[in-house]
C-alpha cells in the first residue's frame, strides 16, 4: 500500500519529519547582492500555495514571516526566484500582492503572484469573443485585466432578463416585463470562481448553454456540443477560519455538471480547466519564475521547482502531475537525440509519434528549463495529519472519495508528497538543505 504509506506517517504526528532548526545554511561572509555574484545564483525556484500554507482566511500563519526573512536579503530583495500560486480568482494580482506584502513583512511584486485565472491571458482566441464571466469580486475587471474586451457579467443578464432569476423567490420581478433586444449573443463562458448567489449562476449559465449564447432562443439540448466553457479553480474545498474546509469553487462545478448531465443527458465539456492541478498553470508559474530569475540578472537555468501547498488533491497533485510531465518531456528530448544520431549514421529511425508534438503551450511560453517539480506537504492548512486513521486502510483515499475534479483521474502516485513539513518555515530551511544553497549576506 505504498500509495497510503504517507498518510500513517502523517496521522501519527510522531511521525511527521521533524527539519532539524539549525542554521542550515552557512554564512559566507561576503558583500553584494544576489544579483552580483554567480556563487549566490539559485537553480531554483519556489512556488507557494497561499490560503493553507501562508494565511486562513485573513489571518496570517506565523511560520510564515519567518520563512520569508530568510528568502530576502537585507535590502528585501528575494534571493530566490518565487511566485504564489493560488487557487483564488476573485481580486486582481495587485491587491493579492499588496496583502501578501502586509502579511509577510516583505515586498511582493503582482509580477510574483498568479491567480487561477492568470493563464487566460493565453487565451487569446476568446479576447475579442463576447464572453459571459461568473464569479465574485471585481470580475468584469479581472476580464478586462487579462485581455477579454467585450465582457458580460451575471447581473447584466439578470438586469436584462428580470424573468430568468426565479429560484429566489423574493427577487421574482413584480411586473412582467418587455422581450429584449439588443442583448449581444454570448460566445464563451468563463466561470473564474464560486459566486455569491448560486441559484441564480447556475440558472443563467444552463440558460447560456441551452440556448448556445442567445437568450431569446428556446433550449436546444439536441446539439452534439454547447458554447465554450472555461473553468478556472476546481478545489472542492478549502480551508479558512473554520474547522472544517469550505466549499470551494470545484463545488460549484460539480452542481452545473450534475445539473447540466441531468436536464440534457450530456457530460458538460470543458474547453479549458485552468488554475492548479493542470499541467497548463505549472508551465506558467514556471515561465513567471523564469522571467524574475531574468530580471534578477540570475543566468544558472532554473533547475528544480519547489512546489508548497496544503492540499493533497491541488497542491501535491500538481506539483506531481508538472513533474512526470517533465520527467517525460525529458525522455522524449533524449528520444529524439537518438533517433538524429542513429538516422545520422545512415540507418533508418523510426521517431516515436509524440517526440515531435511537444506541448503547444512551449511555442507560447518557451520551453521550460526545470527537470523537476518537488511537492512539499504543510500541515497548516487542509491536511490534518491528525485525523484518526480508519481500521480498514482502503477507506482513506480512493476513487470513491477522490476530491478532485471530474476530468482528473485518480492516480494514488500524484497524491503523495515528496515531503511532509509542519509548516512553510520547516519548508523552506529543507528546501535550502536539499540545494546545499548559501544565502548572500
Ligand atoms: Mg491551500
Redesign the pocket.
Known sequence: MKALSFIFRAANSLCIRQVEQRTLFARCGMCGSASSNSKFEPGFGLLF?????LVRGKTPIPAAKKAFQKLVDSNGQFVVPVVFVTNAGNCLRQKKADHLSHILGVPISQDQVMMSHSPLRMFKKYHDKCVLVSGQGPVLDIAKNLGFMNVVSIDMIRESFPLLDMVDHNRRPKLPSSPVVNFPKIEAVILFGEPIRWETNLQLIVDILLTNGNLNNPYESSHSSHLPLLACNMDLM??AEAQAPRFGHGTFLVCLENIYKKITGKDLKYEALIGKPSELTYHFAEYLIREQAAQMGWRAPIRSLYAI???LM??IYGANLYNRYLVERAARKSAKAVAKVVAGTGTPATVPQEVDTDNAWESELASPTATSCKSILVCT??FNPLTEVPKDASQCIKETVFHGHRDFHFDPALVEPGHIVPDVNAAVELIFEQEKYEMPV
Open positions: 500555495d497561499i490560503d493553507g500554507v478549502w480551508m501547498g496544503d492540499n491541488t497542491d492548512g487542509v
